[in-house]
């Protein structure tokens, strides 16, 4: 209270008018941290029961809803709750809950993520999808996981599968499918807002606001933004990473059997790494640069739903993804277009 007080009295002496908003994330800060406290905690997974566990509802599989125990195949969901209790930062983080995944850290912002066979950060085979949307480079098969950069609030469920189970969703699946889902923006009422920092990570924040226009349609809209310092070394490290997204998500109930999906966001941000090289102009012995990469994407999709009876429904989707990457060793400029029913 004494920092603010300060503050009302030096815009007192000069231009007071921009202290409104900073009464107003004060009392907002205060409103989310009353609600938190007040807001009672969910029940913990390891209270549930055997039977509870195995009518858990996942999708990836057979790309429709089904109970775990009738899925002929090996997989691991990782809960809202999991994700709530956990300490993750990022989606890498939260994918060391998932038994059978290998998941190491190269550097500050670098990872390397396989489900079986060889580990290395162009691991290939491993599908990874958000929301249906494939987000694996055909450059090498794999996933630069330093560009996937969401609210962690918002993700209903990580749906992992090891092994060549969810090839259904292609050849790229066969060592394995990650399926990040979302959640509802039914289920995303009201305003949160978080945010921390520290040495090692500077300073993150997010902002979400969700609403309900009629009983039907729900909106939601994001930001976050993060900047993680350099990892340590005794030698001296240059992987600091920063970025910054921004996105939305509207959910619209036309009748009890259609449901139409809007989505859409962009992020954009910079990695640091060190690159070796040979430039046989100058020398044939390696050479070794520090570099900012510089990358950048959004995507908007549409997904329509038609449920047409307890076993059985349709869906069409259809999304643009741009993917933009430039760093010394290669520069990207990629637009994908996707239509599936």
């Keep these: 209270m004494s920092n603010f007080s300060q503050r009302q009295v030096a815009c007192a002496d000069k231009a007071y008018w921009w202290c409104l908003p900073v009464f107003i994330l004060w009392i907002t800060l205060g409103n989310v941290a009353f609600a938190a406290q007040n807001t009672p905690l969910k029940r913990d997974l390891a209270d549930a029961s055997l039977e509870e566990l195995m009518n858990l509802k996942i999708s990836t599989v057979s790309r429709k809803p089904q109970t775990l125990k009738e899925t002929a195949a090996a997989v691991f969901v990782i809960t809202q709750e999991d994700i709530r209790r956990s300490s993750a930062n990022s989606i890498p983080e939260l994918l060391r809950m998932a038994p059978g995944l290998f998941v190491a850290r190269i550097d500050g912002n670098k990872w390397s993520i396989t489900s079986r066979g060889d580990s290395g950060r162009f691991a290939d085979d491993l599908l990874v999808m958000i929301d249906g949307r494939t987000v694996f480079s055909p450059l090498f098969a794999g996933t630069f996981w330093e560009t996937l950069d969401l609210p962690l609030e918002d993700i209903d469920r990580i749906e992992v599968i090891r092994g060549p189970s969810g090839t259904i969703w292609g050849a790229n699946a066969g060592n394995g499918a990650i399926h990040i889902i979302t959640k509802n923006a039914r289920e995303t009422k009201g305003t949160l807002v978080s945010g921390g920092g520290g040495s090692e990570e500077r300073g993150f924040a997010t902002v979400r606001h969700g609403v309900s226009i009629g009983e039907d349609f729900h909106l939601r809209i994001f930001a976050k933004g993060f900047s993680r310092d350099n990892s340590f070394s005794p030698i001296g490290a240059y992987d600091g990473w920063r970025m ?98």
């Design 244 to 341: 910054g997204t921004v996105g939305f998500r509207a959910d619209w109930d036309m009748n009890p059997t259609n449901l139409l999906t809007f989505q859409g966001q962009y992020q954009g941000g910079k990695a640091g790494q060190e690159t070796t090289y040979v430039n046989s102009i100058v020398s044939d012995s390696p050479m070794t640069r520090v570099e900012d990469v510089n990358m950048a994407g959004g995507h908007a999709l549409m997904r329509w739903q038609h449920n047409t009876g307890d076993r059985s429904n349709m869906a069409l989707q259809a999304y643009y993804d741009h993917t933009k990457r430039n760093e010394l060793s290669f520069n990207e400029s990629r637009h994908t277009v996707d239509v599936d029913f």
